[in-house]
Protein backbone atom coordinates (compact mmCIF):
# COMPACT_ATOMS: atom_id res chain seq x y z
CA UNK A 1 0.00 0.00 0.00
CA UNK A 2 1.23 3.87 -0.75
CA UNK A 3 2.65 5.28 2.20
CA UNK A 4 0.31 8.87 3.08
CA UNK A 5 1.78 11.95 2.93
CA UNK A 6 1.29 15.12 4.65
CA UNK A 7 2.31 18.19 2.87
CA UNK A 8 4.28 21.02 4.89
CA UNK A 9 4.08 24.97 2.91
CA UNK A 10 6.82 27.73 3.95
CA UNK A 11 8.77 30.10 2.11
CA UNK A 12 11.50 29.81 4.59
CA UNK A 13 13.72 27.14 3.76
CA UNK A 14 15.08 26.85 7.72
CA UNK A 15 11.40 26.50 8.78
CA UNK A 16 10.45 24.53 6.50
CA UNK A 17 13.41 22.00 7.57
CA UNK A 18 12.50 21.95 11.08
CA UNK A 19 8.58 21.29 9.96
CA UNK A 20 9.64 18.63 8.25
CA UNK A 21 12.51 17.20 11.17
CA UNK A 22 9.65 17.18 13.46
CA UNK A 23 6.98 15.44 11.86
CA UNK A 24 9.29 12.90 10.88
CA UNK A 25 10.56 12.35 14.58
CA UNK A 26 6.81 12.13 15.58
CA UNK A 27 4.66 10.30 12.99
CA UNK A 28 8.15 7.92 12.31
CA UNK A 29 8.11 6.06 8.60
CA UNK A 30 4.00 5.57 8.84
CA UNK A 31 3.83 9.32 6.88
CA UNK A 32 6.03 10.73 3.99
CA UNK A 33 6.47 14.32 4.56
CA UNK A 34 6.74 16.34 1.40
CA UNK A 35 8.09 19.88 1.71
CA UNK A 36 7.05 22.68 -0.93
CA UNK A 37 8.08 26.25 -0.93
CA UNK A 38 5.44 27.85 -2.60
CA UNK A 39 1.69 27.94 -2.85
CA UNK A 40 2.32 26.80 -6.71
CA UNK A 41 4.86 24.18 -5.47
CA UNK A 42 2.63 22.74 -3.24
CA UNK A 43 -0.69 22.60 -5.79
CA UNK A 44 1.44 20.79 -8.43
CA UNK A 45 2.68 18.35 -5.61
CA UNK A 46 -0.74 17.77 -4.67
CA UNK A 47 -2.21 17.01 -8.05
CA UNK A 48 0.11 14.44 -8.60
CA UNK A 49 -0.13 12.62 -5.03
CA UNK A 50 -3.86 12.74 -6.18
CA UNK A 51 -3.40 11.67 -9.82
CA UNK A 52 -1.18 8.70 -7.95
CA UNK A 53 -3.88 7.81 -5.36
CA UNK A 54 -2.00 8.48 -2.47
CA UNK A 55 -3.95 9.72 0.59
CA UNK A 56 -3.11 13.15 1.60
CA UNK A 57 -4.89 13.63 5.48
CA UNK A 58 -3.43 16.67 6.45
CA UNK A 59 -1.81 19.93 4.92
CA UNK A 60 0.17 22.53 6.92
CA UNK A 61 0.67 25.74 5.20
CA UNK A 62 2.19 28.91 6.00
CA UNK A 63 -0.13 32.08 5.46
CA UNK A 64 2.56 34.78 4.73
CA UNK A 65 4.26 33.59 1.70
CA UNK A 66 5.13 35.56 -1.31
CA UNK A 67 2.22 34.83 -4.41
CA UNK A 68 -0.30 32.37 -3.12
CA UNK A 69 -0.88 33.43 0.66
CA UNK A 70 -1.91 30.64 3.22
CA UNK A 71 -5.89 30.85 3.77
CA UNK A 72 -6.30 30.81 -0.10
CA UNK A 73 -4.01 27.94 -0.88
CA UNK A 74 -6.05 25.89 1.50
CA UNK A 75 -9.25 27.66 -0.33
CA UNK A 76 -7.81 25.70 -3.12
CA UNK A 77 -6.53 22.75 -1.62
CA UNK A 78 -9.84 22.15 -0.09
CA UNK A 79 -11.65 22.07 -3.75
CA UNK A 80 -8.86 19.52 -5.27
CA UNK A 81 -9.22 17.59 -2.21
CA UNK A 82 -12.47 18.11 0.07
CA UNK A 83 -11.48 15.42 2.77
CA UNK A 84 -7.80 16.61 3.82
CA UNK A 85 -7.54 18.38 6.64
CA UNK A 86 -6.07 21.85 6.42
CA UNK A 87 -3.52 23.53 9.62
CA UNK A 88 -2.55 27.29 8.92
CA UNK A 89 0.61 28.42 10.68
CA UNK A 90 0.34 32.06 10.98
CA UNK A 91 3.09 34.31 12.26
CA UNK A 92 0.83 36.91 14.08
CA UNK A 93 -2.69 36.57 15.02
CA UNK A 94 -4.48 36.78 11.56
CA UNK A 95 -7.93 36.64 12.44
CA UNK A 96 -8.93 37.64 8.42
CA UNK A 97 -7.17 35.09 6.70
CA UNK A 98 -8.52 32.60 10.21
CA UNK A 99 -11.62 33.45 9.58
CA UNK A 100 -11.84 33.05 5.70
CA UNK A 101 -9.36 29.61 5.63
CA UNK A 102 -12.45 28.56 8.27
CA UNK A 103 -14.85 29.35 5.63
CA UNK A 104 -13.83 28.30 2.59
CA UNK A 105 -10.99 25.54 3.30
CA UNK A 106 -12.76 23.74 6.50
CA UNK A 107 -9.70 24.82 8.43
CA UNK A 108 -9.13 22.21 11.05
CA UNK A 109 -6.95 24.35 13.50
CA UNK A 110 -4.56 27.24 13.40
CA UNK A 111 -1.49 26.93 14.48
CA UNK A 112 0.21 30.38 16.18
CA UNK A 113 4.30 31.23 14.90
CA UNK A 114 6.75 30.18 16.42
CA UNK A 115 4.83 27.12 17.26
CA UNK A 116 5.42 24.71 20.27
CA UNK A 117 6.68 21.59 19.49
CA UNK A 118 3.66 19.32 21.73
CA UNK A 119 0.92 21.68 20.41
CA UNK A 120 2.03 20.52 16.81
CA UNK A 121 2.30 17.10 17.27
CA UNK A 122 -0.84 16.55 19.35
CA UNK A 123 -2.66 18.77 16.59
CA UNK A 124 -0.81 16.90 13.75
CA UNK A 125 -1.45 13.59 15.25
CA UNK A 126 -5.24 14.23 16.02
CA UNK A 127 -6.15 15.58 12.52
CA UNK A 128 -4.47 12.21 10.94
CA UNK A 129 -6.85 10.44 13.29
CA UNK A 130 -10.05 12.03 12.80
CA UNK A 131 -9.31 11.57 8.54
CA UNK A 132 -8.86 8.26 8.64
CA UNK A 133 -11.92 7.89 11.25
CA UNK A 134 -13.99 9.73 8.89
CA UNK A 135 -12.85 7.81 5.97
CA UNK A 136 -13.84 5.09 7.60
CA UNK A 137 -17.41 6.00 8.56
CA UNK A 138 -17.82 7.02 4.93
CA UNK A 139 -16.78 3.56 3.90
CA UNK A 140 -19.12 2.04 6.79
CA UNK A 141 -22.36 4.41 5.43
CA UNK A 142 -21.40 3.49 1.48
CA UNK A 143 -21.53 -0.27 2.36
CA UNK A 144 -25.03 0.21 4.36
CA UNK A 145 -26.79 2.05 1.66
CA UNK A 146 -25.61 -0.55 -0.31
CA UNK A 147 -26.91 -3.39 1.64
CA UNK A 148 -30.27 -1.55 2.44
CA UNK A 149 -30.24 -0.96 -1.73
CA UNK A 150 -30.16 -4.56 -2.21
CA UNK A 151 -32.77 -5.92 0.66
CA UNK A 152 -35.02 -2.88 -1.04
CA UNK A 153 -34.72 -4.79 -4.51
CA UNK A 154 -35.13 -7.92 -2.53
CA UNK A 155 -38.20 -6.61 -1.22
CA UNK A 156 -40.08 -5.01 -4.27
CA UNK A 157 -39.03 -8.10 -6.34
CA UNK A 158 -40.86 -10.64 -3.70
CA UNK A 159 -43.99 -7.67 -3.45
CA UNK A 160 -44.18 -7.82 -7.25
CA UNK A 161 -44.82 -11.45 -6.92
CA UNK A 162 -47.08 -11.38 -4.51
CA UNK A 163 -48.79 -9.44 -6.44
CA UNK A 164 -48.66 -11.31 -9.62
CA UNK A 165 -50.37 -14.53 -7.24
CA UNK A 166 -52.79 -12.33 -5.86
CA UNK A 167 -53.98 -11.37 -9.12
CA UNK A 168 -54.30 -14.50 -10.49
CA UNK A 169 -56.22 -15.63 -7.71
CA UNK A 170 -58.94 -13.36 -9.17
CA UNK A 171 -59.61 -15.61 -12.37
CA UNK A 172 -60.21 -19.18 -10.72
CA UNK A 173 -62.50 -17.30 -7.72
CA UNK A 174 -64.62 -15.81 -10.30
CA UNK A 175 -65.03 -19.16 -11.83
CA UNK A 176 -66.17 -20.71 -8.06
CA UNK A 177 -68.62 -18.08 -7.96
CA UNK A 178 -69.99 -18.18 -11.35
CA UNK A 179 -70.60 -21.70 -10.92
CA UNK A 180 -71.79 -21.54 -7.73
CA UNK A 181 -74.26 -19.22 -8.64
CA UNK A 182 -75.48 -21.46 -11.87
CA UNK A 183 -75.93 -24.21 -8.97
CA UNK A 184 -78.48 -21.18 -7.21
CA UNK A 185 -79.85 -20.89 -10.53
CA UNK A 186 -79.84 -23.04 -13.22
CA UNK A 187 -81.17 -25.95 -12.36
CA UNK A 188 -84.16 -27.38 -11.57
CA UNK A 189 -84.56 -30.05 -8.53
CA UNK A 190 -81.44 -29.69 -7.06
CA UNK A 191 -81.79 -30.45 -3.12
CA UNK A 192 -82.09 -27.07 -0.48
CA UNK A 193 -79.09 -28.66 1.55
CA UNK A 194 -77.30 -28.31 -1.79
CA UNK A 195 -78.67 -24.81 -2.57
CA UNK A 196 -77.44 -23.51 0.85
CA UNK A 197 -74.36 -24.47 0.58
CA UNK A 198 -73.77 -22.85 -3.27
CA UNK A 199 -74.52 -19.53 -0.86
CA UNK A 200 -71.86 -20.28 1.06
CA UNK A 201 -69.55 -20.58 -1.36
CA UNK A 202 -71.12 -17.84 -3.41
CA UNK A 203 -70.68 -15.21 -0.11
CA UNK A 204 -66.96 -17.11 0.65
CA UNK A 205 -65.86 -16.32 -2.85
CA UNK A 206 -67.05 -12.64 -2.33
CA UNK A 207 -65.63 -12.12 0.32
CA UNK A 208 -62.24 -13.35 -0.78
CA UNK A 209 -62.97 -11.04 -3.96
CA UNK A 210 -62.94 -8.53 -1.39
CA UNK A 211 -59.86 -9.29 -0.02
CA UNK A 212 -57.90 -9.94 -2.82
CA UNK A 213 -59.03 -6.50 -4.01
CA UNK A 214 -57.76 -4.47 -1.21
CA UNK A 215 -54.56 -6.22 -1.14
CA UNK A 216 -53.88 -5.16 -4.88
CA UNK A 217 -55.03 -2.19 -4.12
CA UNK A 218 -52.62 -1.70 -1.01
CA UNK A 219 -49.50 -3.21 -3.05
CA UNK A 220 -50.55 -0.31 -5.73
CA UNK A 221 -50.75 2.21 -3.14
CA UNK A 222 -47.20 1.15 -1.56
CA UNK A 223 -45.46 0.70 -4.77
CA UNK A 224 -46.65 4.24 -6.01
CA UNK A 225 -48.74 2.93 -8.65
CA UNK A 226 -51.80 4.64 -8.17
CA UNK A 227 -52.58 7.17 -10.48
CA UNK A 228 -54.14 10.96 -8.95
CA UNK A 229 -55.47 13.41 -10.98
CA UNK A 230 -56.12 16.03 -9.22
CA UNK A 231 -59.48 18.54 -10.46
CA UNK A 232 -62.15 21.30 -8.53
CA UNK A 233 -64.62 19.23 -8.75
CA UNK A 234 -68.19 19.79 -7.12
CA UNK A 235 -67.73 16.85 -4.43
CA UNK A 236 -71.76 16.86 -3.74
CA UNK A 237 -73.06 14.73 -6.13
CA UNK A 238 -70.28 12.29 -6.53
CA UNK A 239 -71.43 11.95 -2.40
CA UNK A 240 -74.83 11.71 -3.00
CA UNK A 241 -74.03 8.70 -5.35
CA UNK A 242 -72.50 6.90 -2.82
CA UNK A 243 -75.04 7.77 -0.49
CA UNK A 244 -77.29 6.14 -2.78
CA UNK A 245 -75.79 3.10 -3.78
CA UNK A 246 -75.61 2.49 0.25
CA UNK A 247 -79.42 3.32 0.79
CA UNK A 248 -80.47 -0.41 0.21
CA UNK A 249 -78.07 -1.93 2.54
CA UNK A 250 -78.67 0.48 5.12
CA UNK A 251 -82.29 -0.45 4.49
CA UNK A 252 -81.65 -4.05 5.20
CA UNK A 253 -80.63 -2.93 8.56
CA UNK A 254 -83.49 -1.18 9.07
CA UNK A 255 -80.98 2.06 9.25
CA UNK A 256 -81.27 5.36 7.99
CA UNK A 257 -78.84 7.52 5.55
CA UNK A 258 -79.48 11.23 5.58
CA UNK A 259 -77.89 13.13 3.56
CA UNK A 260 -77.73 16.88 4.74
CA UNK A 261 -76.21 19.62 3.09
CA UNK A 262 -76.96 23.41 2.53
CA UNK A 263 -75.16 24.51 -0.38
CA UNK A 264 -76.09 23.57 -3.91
CA UNK A 265 -72.34 23.23 -4.86
CA UNK A 266 -69.12 21.91 -2.94
CA UNK A 267 -66.01 22.71 -4.70
CA UNK A 268 -62.50 20.77 -3.92
CA UNK A 269 -59.26 19.62 -5.45
CA UNK A 270 -59.70 15.86 -5.99
CA UNK A 271 -59.79 12.81 -7.66
CA UNK A 272 -63.23 11.61 -8.83
CA UNK A 273 -62.91 7.81 -8.22
CA UNK A 274 -60.84 7.84 -5.52
CA UNK A 275 -63.02 10.19 -3.74
CA UNK A 276 -65.72 8.18 -4.42
CA UNK A 277 -63.66 5.07 -3.13
CA UNK A 278 -63.12 6.70 -0.13
CA UNK A 279 -66.33 8.09 0.88
CA UNK A 280 -67.97 4.18 -0.13
CA UNK A 281 -65.28 2.73 2.56
CA UNK A 282 -66.51 5.39 5.08
CA UNK A 283 -69.98 4.79 4.55
CA UNK A 284 -70.15 1.07 4.42
CA UNK A 285 -68.41 1.00 7.52
CA UNK A 286 -71.06 3.43 9.38
CA UNK A 287 -73.18 0.71 7.87
CA UNK A 288 -71.19 -2.44 9.25
CA UNK A 289 -71.00 -1.28 12.49
CA UNK A 290 -74.19 0.69 13.21
CA UNK A 291 -76.80 -1.92 15.55
CA UNK A 292 -80.40 -2.03 13.57
CA UNK A 293 -82.54 0.59 13.74
CA UNK A 294 -79.81 3.35 14.06
CA UNK A 295 -79.16 6.81 11.94
CA UNK A 296 -76.36 7.88 9.56
CA UNK A 297 -75.85 11.46 8.85
CA UNK A 298 -74.10 12.59 5.74
CA UNK A 299 -73.44 16.09 5.64
CA UNK A 300 -71.07 18.74 3.93
CA UNK A 301 -69.26 22.16 5.53
CA UNK A 302 -67.22 24.54 3.61
CA UNK A 303 -65.05 27.31 4.37
CA UNK A 304 -62.92 29.39 2.16
CA UNK A 305 -60.01 26.71 2.45
CA UNK A 306 -61.61 23.34 2.66
CA UNK A 307 -64.75 21.20 2.03
CA UNK A 308 -65.24 18.99 4.90
CA UNK A 309 -67.42 15.98 4.63
CA UNK A 310 -68.65 14.04 8.05
CA UNK A 311 -70.15 10.74 8.47
CA UNK A 312 -72.01 10.50 11.64
CA UNK A 313 -72.98 7.25 13.11
CA UNK A 314 -74.76 5.90 16.36
CA UNK A 315 -72.87 3.01 16.78
CA UNK A 316 -70.46 1.85 19.94
CA UNK A 317 -68.25 3.90 19.45
CA UNK A 318 -64.34 3.51 19.38
CA UNK A 319 -62.09 4.20 22.75
CA UNK A 320 -59.20 5.78 22.59
CA UNK A 321 -56.80 3.15 22.24
CA UNK A 322 -58.80 1.78 19.05
CA UNK A 323 -58.97 5.36 18.03
CA UNK A 324 -54.86 4.96 17.43
CA UNK A 325 -55.03 2.07 15.62
CA UNK A 326 -57.95 2.89 13.22
CA UNK A 327 -56.14 3.53 10.04
CA UNK A 328 -52.96 0.88 10.33
CA UNK A 329 -53.08 -2.28 8.26
CA UNK A 330 -55.48 -5.70 9.21
CA UNK A 331 -56.83 -3.78 12.08
CA UNK A 332 -59.49 -4.84 13.38
CA UNK A 333 -60.74 -3.45 16.42
CA UNK A 334 -63.84 -3.95 19.55
CA UNK A 335 -66.44 -3.01 17.22
CA UNK A 336 -67.48 -6.08 15.06
CA UNK A 337 -69.76 -5.60 12.19
CA UNK A 338 -73.53 -6.16 13.72
CA UNK A 339 -74.78 -8.44 10.07
CA UNK A 340 -72.43 -10.51 9.86
CA UNK A 341 -70.70 -8.97 7.55
CA UNK A 342 -67.22 -9.77 6.09
CA UNK A 343 -63.81 -7.45 7.31
CA UNK A 344 -60.81 -7.66 6.73
CA UNK A 345 -59.43 -4.70 8.39
CA UNK A 346 -57.61 -2.80 5.16
CA UNK A 347 -60.29 -0.58 4.69
CA UNK A 348 -58.94 2.78 6.22
CA UNK A 349 -55.78 1.85 5.84
CA UNK A 350 -56.09 2.64 1.86
CA UNK A 351 -58.92 5.44 2.90
CA UNK A 352 -56.40 7.11 4.84
CA UNK A 353 -53.68 6.59 1.52
CA UNK A 354 -56.34 7.72 -0.99
CA UNK A 355 -56.69 11.01 1.22
CA UNK A 356 -53.78 11.84 1.32
CA UNK A 357 -53.00 11.17 -2.15
CA UNK A 358 -55.06 14.51 -2.67
CA UNK A 359 -53.08 15.99 0.48
CA UNK A 360 -56.68 16.05 2.61
CA UNK A 361 -57.06 15.14 6.29
CA UNK A 362 -59.32 11.86 7.30
CA UNK A 363 -60.17 11.35 11.12
CA UNK A 364 -62.88 10.42 13.28
CA UNK A 365 -64.10 12.00 16.91
CA UNK A 366 -65.85 9.52 18.80
CA UNK A 367 -66.83 8.26 22.58
CA UNK A 368 -67.68 5.07 23.70
CA UNK A 369 -71.19 4.38 23.56
CA UNK A 370 -71.74 8.01 21.96
CA UNK A 371 -71.20 6.78 17.84
CA UNK A 372 -68.60 8.02 16.00
CA UNK A 373 -68.55 10.43 13.23
CA UNK A 374 -65.68 10.09 10.67
CA UNK A 375 -64.45 13.97 8.94
CA UNK A 376 -62.87 14.07 5.59
CA UNK A 377 -61.52 17.64 4.91
CA UNK A 378 -60.40 18.61 1.68
CA UNK A 379 -58.33 21.36 0.15
CA UNK A 380 -60.84 23.56 -2.12
CA UNK A 381 -57.65 24.45 -3.88
N1 LIG B 1 -67.96 3.61 12.02
C1 LIG B 1 -67.32 2.76 12.82
N2 LIG B 1 -67.80 2.51 14.07
C2 LIG B 1 -67.15 1.67 14.89
N3 LIG B 1 -66.03 1.01 14.57
C3 LIG B 1 -65.52 1.21 13.36
C4 LIG B 1 -66.12 2.08 12.42
N4 LIG B 1 -65.37 2.07 11.30
C5 LIG B 1 -64.36 1.23 11.53
N5 LIG B 1 -64.42 0.68 12.76
C6 LIG B 1 -63.48 -0.26 13.40
O1 LIG B 1 -62.23 -0.12 12.76
C7 LIG B 1 -61.78 -1.35 12.23
C8 LIG B 1 -61.03 -1.10 10.94
O2 LIG B 1 -61.91 -0.64 9.92
P1 LIG B 1 -61.55 -0.92 8.40
O3 LIG B 1 -62.58 -0.29 7.57
O4 LIG B 1 -60.13 -0.56 8.20
O5 LIG B 1 -61.60 -2.50 8.28
P2 LIG B 1 -62.86 -3.47 8.20
O6 LIG B 1 -64.12 -2.70 8.05
O7 LIG B 1 -62.71 -4.38 9.38
O8 LIG B 1 -62.55 -4.30 6.90
P3 LIG B 1 -62.59 -3.80 5.37
O9 LIG B 1 -61.18 -3.99 4.91
O10 LIG B 1 -63.52 -4.74 4.72
O11 LIG B 1 -63.02 -2.39 5.34
C9 LIG B 1 -63.03 -2.19 12.06
O12 LIG B 1 -62.73 -3.57 12.14
C10 LIG B 1 -63.89 -1.72 13.22
O13 LIG B 1 -63.55 -2.43 14.39
MG1 LIG C 1 -64.22 -1.19 6.44
Redesign the pocket.
Known amino acids: MKIPVIVCVDDERTVLNSLQTELMNALGDDYLIEPAESGLDALEIIEELLEDGIELPVVISDQIMPGIKGDELLTRIHAIAPKTLTILLTGQADAEAIGKAVNSANLYRYIPKPWESTDLHLTVTEAIKSYFQDKELEQFYARLQEKVAEHTRELQQKNELLSIAVHDLKNPLSAIQGFSEMIQSDFDDIPEEVIEIADQIVTSSRQMF?LVK?LLEVNAIESGKINVSLNVLDIRPTLQWVVNQSIEMAKAKNITLQFQCLEKHYHALVDKNILRQVFD??I???V???PYGKHIYVRLRQDDKYVRCE?Q?E????SLE?QQK??GQF???????TGGE??????????KKLVDSMHGKVW?E?ELGQ??T?IVELKVA
Open positions: ENNISNAKYSIDGLGLDLFTRLTPKPHSTGLGLFIVCSGTF
